[in-house]
């Protein structure tokens, strides 16, 4: 931990009258070049006036970078003997896993000792290069801004004209605290700060700057997370979580272990216990409840560089040793105290930002956060967004908050050709008197099951392109898609635990667990236990994998049936079985699903071009359906509704590769592995599958040769395709 903690000097403060001087002006930036103000700090001691100067200078990229001459990790994974893993940490250097269970340690040199460094070392930065830093040098501060209670002033002079009289601004209270902790006694100390950097009173300017966040702060020398002054138990909690970060790695895959020379190597197992006592599990607690946690515009800034401090009065950590130690610690939910456990599990999903998991993760945090006003759920993100998308959104705080929250659902639909963004509707949760296409982030999220959508682990619509139009000015939108099935049983509103709720469970268990079979194949118990734990299995996936097989849900589920009590064992391998205001249904033709709270019978289940999830539809008349929210429904989610029936032995599995589960086929008997669909034939004319490093797309895309188009969606899957396969597709109208 570093200590900032300066020499005392004894100094004469005079008092200064701010009534006496004028209010500062701010003088137009010139957007034509770019400009951005710097606020240069003066000098001087914790309880001096605060002084700076604020000067205009352009925000160039540096002309030169450093090139990132390693090579891909699909490469360097090849030249790895079986077992050993090599991906990216959060700090974007390369971890060679080992082999699970082998007992050898993790490391970030490559196991063979003769292989050449630069093939996966990072390059380094030198701090002598000015080639490679925004001139001149500043700092960017995160931090929230507070109430507007006892503001403080700044004076503002201008160091180019020592006969102009000085101005002054008014900065709350805790960016005034910051100041002074930050401010260095004996040297001027540059850096951005929106509140004064930025003229808030200029609507316009306010726009223009806030999608310049995404360049702001990477092209700083460093971010500085300023949290608030120490507490009684702060410094505790930073050391708790600095100690407990440098034990531990996380990787862009969603895997964990213990880092190179780690001092405790079982701390990264999710049912280890740690030797943390009630006093630092509440240190841990208070921390994450101050106000920065809980903001929105704050997380973009602090994930913006590998430069980051997180700050707490005089004491300061690296940042991705707080954010690696939250990701691990969110795993330990058997060892977590209730209150920790819930707010980690609520924070977490921000820190698995892009490249870690999809957007669709990140607008799942914002709607338990905080902000001032609720277009910032998406104008606070914009700079950990794909800029593709961030080019199709303007920000407008004049125009209604859902038609901000409907910007994103079209401007997926236009670079993407996707509709991930309705997984997010909810009957419950929707925006009064908006089109129910449109989700409402101003809420939070109902169901545990969308906790799951972003880790991109389904495709209902089987990487097909969407067809969405908007009817205007009745703001609906026209989509095409296959009507599945219609809801005939709807259960109770369900909250808890496996173990909490074991008697809805038990309830709607097959009655005869060893010969009922399920509408798509397969005993209809394996079905269940898929829906209960939404598909968190190891059945589809390769290699070593910590979740339970169906086969052995299967037979617990069937023991507690028998018997109907419930042992530890079941509930242990059951602990991804929870439900938050959320229903099981079955449908007509006999499917098994879960969803949110608030659906009905004769609802219906429909597979919508461009949505990984099938979506719940709710009948109007003349085509038309209300959106009432994504569910999870066994035999529909990999593309069977679209796609002819997987020939025996063929099974779908899903290996994770750089936070996408990739569809895979794999013959059981044989070992055989395919990358292509056996079901979908030759890529057309002209197409070919290729590798791309764009964290905002699958590993592996397809390239339209002839005009150079890359598309995420495979070409066999468009609606046209669709259709020469015999597969009917409608029209609907969402209102």
């Not at 209150?339 to 977490?348: E, H, M, T």
Request: hydrophobic letters at 40%; a negative charge.
């Amino acid at each position: 931990m570093t200590d900032f903690k300066s020499p005392t000097i004894q100094v004469i403060v005079i008092e200064w009258q701010p009534q006496l001087m004028a209010p500062y002006i701010y003088n137009e930036l010139q957007a034509a070049v770019g400009e951005m103000r710097l606020v240069a700090l003066q000098p001087g001691n914790y309880q001096d006036i605060l002084r700076c100067n604020i000067v205009h200078c352009p925000l160039i990229e540096p002309e030169a970078a450093v090139q990132d001459e390693r090579l891909p990790l699909y490469q360097l994974q090849k030249t790895l003997s079986d077992g050993w893993i090599v991906d990216q940490t959060l700090d974007g250097r390369y971890l060679f896993m080992s082999p699970r269970n082998s007992g050898i340690s993790n490391s970030w040199k490559h196991p063979d000792p003769n292989y050449d460094p630069k093939a996966y070392e990072l390059p380094t930065r030198s701090a002598d290069d000015g080639s490679l830093r925004h001139i001149p040098s500043y700092e960017a501060l995160s931090y929230t801004w507070g109430t507007p209670d006892n503001e403080e002033h700044v004076c503002v002079t201008d160091p180019d004209d020592a006969l102009r009289m000085s101005s002054w601004l008014r900065v709350r209270a805790n960016l005034a605290t910051a100041l002074r902790h930050l401010r260095y006694p004996d040297r001027q100390r540059t850096l951005w700060v929106d509140a004064i950097s930025i003229n808030q009173a200029d609507i316009d300017e306010r726009g223009r700057q806030v999608k310049r966040m995404s360049q702001i702060y990477p092209l700083s020398e460093n971010v500085i997370i300023w949290i608030g002054r120490e507490s009684e138990d702060s410094a505790l909690a930073l050391e708790t979580l600095r100690y407990f970060g440098e034990q531990v790695e996380y990787i862009i895959s969603h895997r964990w272990g213990d880092a190179p020379n780690a001092q405790e190597l079982d701390w990264w197992r999710d049912g280890h216990t740690l030797p943390y006592d009630e006093k630092t599990w509440k240190s841990i607690f208070s921390l994450l409840h101050r106000p920065w946690f809980e903001r929105v515009w704050v997380l973009q800034e602090a994930l913006s560089c590998n430069r980051v401090l997180l700050q707490c009065g005089r004491d300061s950590i690296p940042w991705v040793s707080v954010r690696k130690a939250l990701l691990v610690l969110r795993q330990k939910t058997s060892i977590l105290p209730p209150d920790i456990r819930g707010r980690l599990f609520a924070y977490a999903r921000g820190l698995m930002a892009p490249p870690l998991a999809s957007s669709e993760h990140l607008l799942l945090w914002t709607r338990n956060q905080k902000c001032t006003d609720a277009q910032d759920r998406i104008y606070g993100i914009l700079g950990l967004l794909d800029p593709k998308i961030v080019a199709k959104i303007e920000v407008d705080y004049s125009i209604p908050v859902w038609k901000t929250y409907s910007r994103l659902v079209l401007a997926e639909n236009e670079v993407y050709q996707k509709l991930n963004m309705l997984n997010h509707c909810n009957v419950m949760t929707r925006c009064e008197g908006c089109p129910t296409w449109v989700p409402n982030w101003g809420q939070p999220i109902e169901g545990a099951n969308t906790g799951y959508l972003s880790i991109r682990r389904f495709y209902a619509s089987a990487r097909s392109s969407a067809v969405a139009k908007l009817i205007e000015p009745a703001y609906r939108l026209q989509v095409a898609g296959r009507r599945v099935d219609t809801i005939c049983r709807v259960g109770h509103n369900l909250s808890g635990t496996f173990a909490e709720i074991i008697d809805e469970i038990l309830d709607w268990a097959p009655e005869e667990p060893h010969s009922d079979t399920y509408v798509s194949g397969g005993l209809s118990i394996d079905a269940y236990v898929e829906v209960l734990v939404r598909g968190r299995t190891s059945d589809r996936a390769l290699g070593n994998n910590p979740c339970p097989s169906i086969r052995r849900l299967s037979e617990l589920l069937t023991q507690a049936i028998a018997s109907a009590k419930l042992d530890d064992e079941v509930a242990r391998e059951f602990k991804d079985c929870f439900f938050v205001n959320e229903c099981l249904f079955t449908t007509r033709e006999g499917y098994l699903g879960v969803c949110a709270k608030g659906l009905r019978e004769d609802d219906e289940i429909a597979v919508i071009l461009g949505c990984d999830f099938p979506m719940l539809l709710r009948p109007r008349g003349s085509n038309q359906h209300e959106v009432v929210g994504p569910c999870f429904v066994h035999g529909l989610m990999l593309g069977e509704a679209l796609k002819p029936p997987l020939e025996p032995p063929w099974k779908d599995v899903l290996p994770v590769t750089r936070g996408w589960a990739l569809s895979y086929f794999i013959n059981p008997q044989t070992g055989e592995l395919l990358k292509d669909d056996p079901r979908l034939g030759s890529l057309p004319a002209g197409w070919e599958e290729v590798t791309t490093l764009d964290p905002f797309l699958p590993p592996f895309v397809f390239k339209n040769q002839e005009t150079g188009q890359i598309s995420m969606n495979d070409p066999r899957m468009s609606a046209e395709a669709i259709r020469q396969r015999g597969i009917v597709l409608e029209t609907l109208e969402l209102i």
